[in-house]
């Protein structure tokens, strides 16, 4: 049962690449998330997800981009990477009670 | 709108000693609130959550929390500590009207346990 499952785990970029952090889920949840964890931070909500198709913004939305072309993916992309984007990436879905998030084990990027 | 405070960011207790990590929140409407852990190089999994009903709930591996309205708290507690609960752990809010599925994480309280 793989839950929620990220790739890549860790990725170094320059400033001004671009890449997709992937995420899928096999629970056929309706409810996606990204969030972003950095130190003392807590974890803010870039972009969510209630169902294929439909996406809208977070707390922290500038400079990502997201898509939601079917149940199971929810592709975070990063255009033009700055330092400020340098952080642990969680993505997590929801479909068994509102706030009972399942995350997958996060992706940590750093921006050179 | 909905927020929660974390009071401590680093929490350190002696194996078999009371934990307690604090938690209180702001929010217009009655609230779902939410403990959930996060151990070394991994996700946040759930721990514990109060929506409505009985105010002491019970969660996994002996943690337990207790909401309290007129204080506006939910602290997090267990009896006994043991080294396997050294973690960071976030209280979490949701506003309890339907379709609003969307978490308020607080800023994290790492516990260390001292053998």
């Known amino acids: 049962n793989a839950g929620v499952t990220q790739t890549p785990k860790f990725r170094i970029l320059k400033i001004g690449q671009s890449m997709t952090l992937q995420c899928t889920q096999d629970?056929?949840?309706?409810?996606m998330y990204w969030y972003r964890q950095d130190p003392g931070m807590g974890l803010k909500l870039i972009y969510y997800s209630v169902g294929a198709g439909i996406t809208d913004k977070g707390e922290v939305p500038n400079g990502y981009n997201v898509s939601r072309s079917t149940t199971e993916d929810f592709p975070l992309r990063l255009e033009l990477a700055a330092p400020s984007q340098t952080s642990v990436y969680f993505c997590a879905s929801s479909g068994q009670g509102p706030g009972e998030l399942f995350f997958g084990e996060g992706s940590r990027l750093t921006v050179l | 709108a909905q927020s929660v405070t974390q009071l401590g960011s680093h929490v350190s207790v002696s194996e078999g000693a009371l934990v307690l990590l604090r938690c209180n929140y702001s929010?217009?409407?009655?609230?779902?609130l939410f403990w959930y852990v996060q151990y070394p190089n991994q996700g946040l999994q759930l721990l514990l959550k109060?929506?409505?009903?009985?105010?002491l709930v019970k969660g996994i591996n002996g943690f337990e929390a207790e909401f309290k309205k007129s204080e506006t708290s939910f602290h997090l507690t267990k009896p006994s500590a043991h080294m396997s609960d050294a973690a960071e752990y976030f209280c979490?809010?949701?506003?309890?009207?339907?379709?609003?599925?969307?978490?308020?994480f607080g800023t994290g309280t790492r516990l260390t346990i001292i053998p």
């Open positions: 109060y929506t409505t009903g009985a105010t």
């Open positions: 629970m056929n949840h309706n409810y």
């Open positions: 979490a809010v949701i506003q309890s009207n339907f379709g609003n599925e969307k978490l308020t």
């Open positions: 929010s217009s409407v009655p609230p779902y």
